[in-house]
């Protein structure tokens, strides 16, 4: 069984500072792994996804994510935070010959200006 | 850029009664999927749809629920009896392949509230 814990249901930043969201995974196979946003009133819309090759991965808008297999983590960053970056984000997992994606319960990002 | 739309956006029904949720997945994709969000708990998978057959389904997809492709466009979730604890935001969404590696492209959603 594979599942996805994200800590901390709401994260603040400030307008240009730092952004950190954790996700941890659990898997018996290596995973392959994603992060999802959604702004209000929109679906999920895909952020970046590992699945083999280089660790560290870069999306669109600026995040970037970086898997750990020996912490089992997939920390999503962005080094300056931007007022459209308020959203929620959704970390989930998935694995050779799965479809189906096994999220996290997400984390409300709030930008402070 | 293609998309996957959902119809309609929120559905109000009373318990018992029947609902259908519609989705319309990119148009050359070949797995379709729903998955459902209840109020303050996690994204979770009900089913996953291929070749006109349910490939995959949770413990949630139940007898109530059934999904259908009617048409070459059209992927729709039908709940005959709800209940009040089928209220959540419902997402379709579809993908070119089934493998692992594949991005799923989700929908907005439609939020189902039962009464």
């Known amino acids: 069984a594979q599942s996805v814990t994200q800590l901390g249901s709401h994260v603040s930043v400030s307008e240009g500072a730092l952004v950190l969201l954790r996700c941890n995974y659990s898997s018996s196979v290596p995973p392959y792994l994603f992060w999802y946003v959604q702004y209000p009133n929109q679906g999920l819309q895909l952020l970046l996804k590992?699945?083999?090759?280089?660790?560290l991965v870069k999306g669109i808008n600026g995040f970037e994510a970086e898997f750990k297999k020996s912490e089992t983590s997939f920390h999503l960053t962005k080094p300056s935070a931007h007022m459209s970056d308020a959203a929620e984000y959704f970390c989930a997992v998935n694995n050779f010959g799965n479809e189906k994606l096994t999220f996290g319960t997400g984390t409300r990002l709030t930008i402070i200006p | 850029e293609p998309e996957v739309t959902q119809t309609p956006s929120h559905q109000v029904t009373q318990m018992g009664q029947e609902v259908i949720l519609r989705c319309v997945p990119i148009s050359n994709h070949l797995y379709f999927y729903w998955y459902r969000q209840i109020l303050g708990q996690k994204v979770e998978f009900l089913v996953s749809f291929y070749n006109n057959e349910i490939s995959e389904k949770s413990e949630i997809f139940d007898d109530q629920f059934s999904v259908e492709r009617p048409d070459g466009s059209n992927f729709t979730l039908k709940i005959r009896s709800t209940k009040l604890e089928d209220s959540a935001m419902y997402f379709c969404?579809?993908?070119?392949?089934?493998?692992?590696?594949?991005?799923?492209?989700f929908g907005p959603g439609t939020r189902l509230t039962v009464l």
């Open positions: 590992y699945t083999t090759g280089a660790t």
């Open positions: 969404a579809s993908s070119g392949s089934g493998r692992g590696t594949d991005t799923q492209y």
